[in-house]
Nanobody
Framework: QVQLLESGGGLVQAGGSLRLSCAASGIIGSINTMGWYRQAPGKQRELVAGVTRAGSIDYAESVKGRFTISRDNAKNTVYLQMNSLKPEDTAVYYC??????????WGQGTQVTVSS
């Protein structure tokens, strides 16, 4: 089992910044990829960014150049630095930890609201 504890969401004006954190506990040695997904009202959950244990990173096209994902393996924590936020970034952001393609864990979600 892996437990994920997210923090850092909130309300920010367009153009502002927020930093999300997700701390993992449990069978953390088994985690391969950690990442962030988001789900806006009426839309499907989508990948925002992910980072493998080896450091390979993937971003959604819509956030490239604005968001930065990083991972501290010593602290079992993944971060998402979000800059130049837009109203369309408003969503519930979920931390995700994948052990393998068939086993994944989710955080409880943290609300990010960007006002125009």
């Amino acid at each position: 089992q892996v437990q994920l504890l997210e923090s850092g969401g909130g309300l920010v004006q367009a153009g502002g910044s927020l930093r999300l954190s997700c701390a993992a506990s449990g069978i953390i040695g088994s985690i391969n990829t950690m990442g962030w997904y988001r789900q806006a009202p009426g839309k499907q959950r989508e990948l925002v960014a992910g980072v493998t244990r080896a450091g390979s990173i993937d971003y959604a096209e819509s956030v490239k150049g604005r968001f930065t994902i990083s991972r501290d393996n010593a602290k079992n924590t993944v971060y998402l630095q979000m800059n130049s936020l837009k109203p369309e970034d408003t969503a519930v952001y979920y931390c995700n930890a994948k052990l393998n393609p068939k086993v994944a864990y989710w955080g409880q979600g943290t609300q990010v609201t960007v006002s125009s």
